[in-house]
């Protein structure tokens, strides 16, 4: 006993002690509360029928606020430990409420979001966001919130602190305007899920097409598809418009391309035709049902429907259309689990354009290109067994041929 009185008789030990000790029940506090809170809360949003609770536990409200408790007890006891000098002292009090102001502005945030994601579980929230509204009180929050955490730590008044920012406020705007602007449009960019490395983005004001391989404070840095690299000013894609392709590489990537089909070689089939293209098992059970129907069609005419001007008949160009409908639909390359059409376009000078229109599975860019390129090749060369031929410019070889024949012509003529 008198060595245990020896060893503890210096002020420094019961200093040390005291220190320990209360780290052990600020320990203890914080893992009392984070335990039963959070557990308590967890069961409680289990057995109600309440959706606002569980927004709470997903966001972390009651982990962050769990946070404070152990920041109170550290400052509160912080001067009941013996021999403390006031300097250490003022720093540990010092230093806790400013990490209690903290967590309450943590809890806050995600209190927000948690009424975001309930607004937008709403009939309502999905017809309107509300996320604007709740970013730019997030920004109120966090700005409140660091005016008392400075006011805390050099000890001042946050009022009075706030009225000396606000006389600098506008020579503060002026220095660092770019670097606001950056903020606020990295904190956009983040909170919307709207830009990440790796996205293909493109900004044709800027003429930069490529992929995203740096995002910084102040500026984004992509690489075009030529090599070049371009440096964008991060506000820039809040303040212009951009194309982001990440969803296409999610879900599928566009065929738009569309054959067109020579006017004059358009024209209704002829029985031994329909015969010739009933080969075709991609059509099988078109004709059935087309000649059916117009069968039907041309018998509710009467007499009239029985001359062929007034009768509805089976082209080749409708044929074809729907030879194409069924190879799109077979083919394993197209995702018709999206949306998919063949449709006729307007005529014009260059012929009727028969266009596809849809997305490839395989959203790689040689891979779509392969696929677009294999169901055009198969149409283009089966295009002839339906009577129909593409449009085509006419070219030197075509103007010599013609030229030759109108010639020959000519000297059948004269001999």
């Given at each position: 006993?008198?060595?245990?009185?020896?060893?503890?008789?210096?002020?420094?030990?019961?200093?040390?002690?005291?220190?320990?000790?209360?780290?052990?029940?600020?320990?203890?506090?914080?893992?009392?509360?984070?335990h039963?809170?959070?557990?308590?809360?967890?069961?409680?949003?289990?057995?109600?029928?309440?959706?606002w609770?569980?927004?709470?536990?997903?966001?972390?409200?009651?982990?962050?606020?769990?946070?404070?408790?152990?920041?109170?007890?550290?400052?509160?006891?912080?001067?009941?430990?013996?021999?403390?000098?006031?300097?250490?002292?003022?720093?540990?009090?010092?230093?806790?409420m400013?990490?209690?102001v903290?967590?309450?502005?943590?809890?806050?945030?995600?209190?927000?979001?948690?009424?975001?994601?309930?607004?937008?579980?709403?009939?309502?929230?999905?017809?309107?966001?509300?996320?604007?509204?709740?970013?730019?009180?997030?920004?109120?929050?966090w700005?409140i919130?660091?005016?008392?955490?400075?006011?805390?730590?050099?000890?001042?008044?946050?009022?009075?602190?706030?009225?000396?920012?606000?006389?600098?406020s506008?020579?503060?705007?002026?220095?660092?305007?770019?670097?606001?602007?950056?903020?606020?449009?990295?904190?956009?960019?983040?909170?919307?899920?709207?830009?990440?490395?790796?996205?293909?983005?493109?900004?044709?004001?800027?003429?930069?097409?490529?992929?995203?391989?740096?995002?910084?404070?102040?500026?984004?840095?992509?690489?075009?598809?030529?090599?070049?690299?371009?440096?964008?000013?991060?506000?820039?894609?809040?303040?212009?418009?951009?194309?982001?392709?990440?969803?296409?590489?999610?879900?599928?990537?566009?065929?738009?391309?569309?054959?067109?089909?020579?006017?004059?070689?358009?024209?209704?089939?002829?029985?031994?035709?329909?015969?010739?293209?009933?080969?075709?098992?991609?059509?099988?059970?078109?004709?059935?049902?087309?000649?059916?129907?117009?069968?039907?069609?041309?018998?509710?005419?009467?007499?009239?429907?029985?001359?062929?001007?007034?009768?509805?008949?089976?082209?080749?160009?409708?044929?074809?259309?729907?030879?194409?409908?069924?190879?799109?639909?077979?083919?394993?390359?197209?995702?018709?689990?999206?949306?998919?059409?063949?449709?006729?376009?307007?005529?014009g000078?260059?012929?009727?354009?028969?266009?596809?229109?849809?997305?490839?599975?395989?959203?790689?860019f040689?891979?779509?290109?392969?696929?677009?390129?294999?169901?055009?090749?198969?149409?283009?060369?089966?295009?002839?067994?339906?009577?129909?031929?593409?449009?085509?410019?006419?070219?030197?070889?075509?103007?010599?041929?013609?030229?030759?024949?109108?010639?020959?012509?000519?000297?059948?003529?004269?001999?």
């Open positions: 006993m008198d060595d245990l009185r020896i060893l503890l008789a210096p002020a420094w030990v019961h200093t040390v002690l005291g220190g320990v000790a209360l780290l052990a029940v600020a320990w203890l506090v914080a893992w009392l509360v984070r039963v809170l959070v557990r308590v809360m967890t069961t409680v949003s289990r057995r109600t029928a309440w959706h609770d569980d927004a709470l536990i997903k966001r972390g409200v009651f982990r962050r606020l769990a946070q404070v408790a152990p920041m109170l007890v550290l400052h509160r006891g912080i001067g009941w430990v013996p021999g403390v000098p006031v300097l250490v002292d003022t720093l540990v009090s010092t230093l806790t400013a990490l209690v903290l967590y309450v502005v943590l809890a806050l945030n995600a209190a927000l979001s948690a009424l975001e994601d309930l607004y937008q579980a709403s009939p309502r929230g999905r017809e309107r966001s509300i996320k604007g509204y709740v970013q730019l009180v997030k920004i109120f929050v700005l919130g660091i005016i008392v955490i400075i006011a805390v730590l050099v000890d001042r008044s946050a009022l009075s602190l706030l009225a000396g920012l606000g006389a600098v506008a020579v503060l705007l002026l220095i660092f305007k770019d670097t606001i602007m950056s903020v606020v449009a990295s904190i956009q960019l983040s909170s919307n899920d709207m830009l990440k490395v790796g996205d293909w983005i493109s900004l044709p004001d800027d003429n930069v097409d490529g992929d995203v391989v740096e995002i910084a404070l102040h500026t984004i840095k992509v690489v075009n598809w030529d090599k070049t690299i371009s440096t964008v000013p991060t506000w820039h894609l809040i303040s212009k418009s951009y194309r982001n392709y990440r969803h296409m590489y999610a879900t599928g990537r566009r065929i738009r391309r569309a054959l067109n089909i020579d006017l004059t070689s358009v024209r209704f089939l002829k029985p031994e035709e329909i015969e010739h293209l009933r080969r075709f098992k991609l059509l099988d059970g078109y004709f059935e049902r087309k000649q059916e129907e117009i069968a039907q069609w041309n018998a509710a005419e009467g007499e009239p429907g029985k001359l062929p001007i007034n009768q509805r008949r089976l082209s080749n160009m409708g044929s074809f259309r729907a030879y194409m409908q069924a190879y799109v639909l077979a083919h394993p390359g197209v995702n018709t689990d999206l949306f998919w059409a063949v449709r006729q376009l307007d005529p000078p260059t012929g009727i354009p028969l266009q596809i229109y849809g997305y490839t599975v395989d959203t790689g040689v891979a779509h290109h392969n696929v677009q390129g294999d169901i055009f090749d198969h149409l283009i060369a089966i295009l002839p067994e339906f009577g129909l031929s593409l449009f085509q410019q006419p070219t030197g070889a075509d103007m010599r041929a013609g030229l030759r024949r109108a010639d020959a012509e000519d000297t059948a003529v004269t001999a």
